[in-house]
Structure formats: C-alpha cells, structure tokens
C-alpha cells in the first residue's frame, strides 16, 4: 500500500520560511510525477511545484521563492518555502502518480487510480 506522509507546516510571519517533507513508503520512490498542491479555505486545489526527473515546474505565484526538491535515498519530496506571504496560507499536499510523466503541475494528472496523496500538512502565514 503506498503511502505518502507530509510534515513541516506550521505558523510563521510574512517573510518567513518552511520546509516541508513528504516520506513516501509502500514502493520503491520510482514515481513519475510528483508534485506539491495547496487548498486554501473556499478555493480549488492547484498545483504550486512539480518535479519529474529532476525537471521542476512551479507555479507563477511561488516562483522564485519555493524550491522543490527529492531525495531518492531518503524517499522524500521537499518544498521549501522562503518569503512567505499571507496569501501562502493553506493546506499542503505532495502527490505522486506512478506512471503518466507530463503536465506534472495540473491536478488532472494526479486524479487516476495510479496517483497517491499524502494528508496534507497546514501552512499558516499571518501578516
């Protein structure tokens, strides 16, 4: 059963940073797309960062300030997070799915029975 575990949220101020992590476990970290999504109260899920072999994608609105990354040997995604605004407030989801290989940022890609998500880990940036 694969399973994907996030941690690292939390409350910080407006310029503040986290890092996030998600531990995968059940198979071998051999996913093709994985990739981070946020959920704010009353708002869809989008996409903020992906990465499919060793390529990273980010969301307009975090570029330059989130930085996705993974560590094969450890089975673990991270996002980390510098200069957080208010507007970063949300909740947090890694995803992976195991074999389509493009478009790695849209939700679309993750909702087949080939994709996992993780619970989520809260992001709180207060002004």
């Known amino acids: 059963q694969v399973q994907l575990v996030e941690s690292g949220g939390g409350s910080v101020q407006a310029g503040g940073s986290l890092r996030l992590s998600c531990t995968a476990s059940?198979?071998?970290?051999?996913?093709?797309?994985m990739g981070w999504f946020r959920q704010a109260p009353g708002k869809e899920r989008e996409g903020v960062a992906s990465?499919?072999?060793?390529?990273?994608d980010y969301a307009d609105s975090v570029k330059g300030r989130f930085t996705i990354s993974q560590d094969n040997a450890k089975n673990t995604l991270y996002l980390r997070m510098n200069s957080l605004k208010p507007e970063d407030t949300a909740m947090y989801y890694c995803?992976?799915?195991?074999?389509?290989?493009?478009?790695?940022?849209?939700?679309?890609?993750?909702?087949?029975?080939?994709?996992?998500w993780g619970q989520g880990t809260q992001v709180t940036v207060s002004s």
């Open positions: 995803a992976a799915e195991m074999k389509r290989g493009y478009w790695c940022l849209s939700l679309s890609t993750y909702e087949d029975e080939d994709a996992y």
């Open positions: 059940g198979y071998t970290f051999s996913a093709e797309c």
């Open positions: 990465i499919y072999r060793g390529i990273t």
